[in-house]
């Protein structure tokens, strides 16, 4: 079996593949393979947005807790989705708790550089806003309605 290149891997994924040959070699230059293991943190809210999480394969889950509950799972993400947006926006750290629920396998932006190469190269910004951000808008927008079903619930 032949291993693919970070560029090759990039190149498949249902939004980044659809970035110019030259743009993936530049998110390629920021990144690693990465892997958790079922119940591994991936990242805790709070903490510096360092890596832009694009998952290959398994199942996370994004939590939120306060000090009166335990963490509640708001949205589950999957391979093809991208995990983490609070690189996009000063003071650049994470919004929420992601959690391994199974083996996951992802590629790991590094987020310094990723706005790096993006202040450096506006066509690559624009294409990650312009192919990312209907991503993230439909997450919203799935985590909105999965938090109204959690607490429109009667549990008399």
């Not at 990144?31 to 591994?40: D, I, P, S, V, W």
């Not at 398994?58 to 947006?85: F, K, N």
Request: glycine share 8%; aromatic share 8%; proline share 4%.
């Amino acid at each position: 079996m032949k291993t693919q290149s970070i560029a090759e891997l990039l190149s498949e994924h249902s939004i980044l593949g659809r970035f110019d040959a030259d743009s993936i070699e530049m998110l390629a230059g920021c990144a690693r393979n990465l892997h958790f293991g079922a119940g591994e943190m991936i990242q805790r809210e709070g903490d510096p947005a360092a890596l832009v999480h694009v998952l290959r394969t398994g199942d996370v889950a994004i939590e939120i807790s306060a000090a009166h509950i335990a963490p509640t799972v708001v949205e589950t993400v999957h391979g093809g989705d991208i995990l983490g947006w609070g690189w996009l926006i000063p003071p650049y750290r994470t919004m929420f708790d992601a959690r391994a629920m199974t083996e996951v396998s992802c590629v790991g932006l590094d987020a310094v550089c990723l706005r790096d190469k993006c202040d450096a190269d506006p066509m690559l910004g624009y294409q990650l806003f312009k192919y990312w951000l209907p991503h993230l808008a439909a997450r919203f927008r799935a985590q909105r309605l999965q938090v109204a079903d959690l607490y429109g619930r009667d549990d008399d």
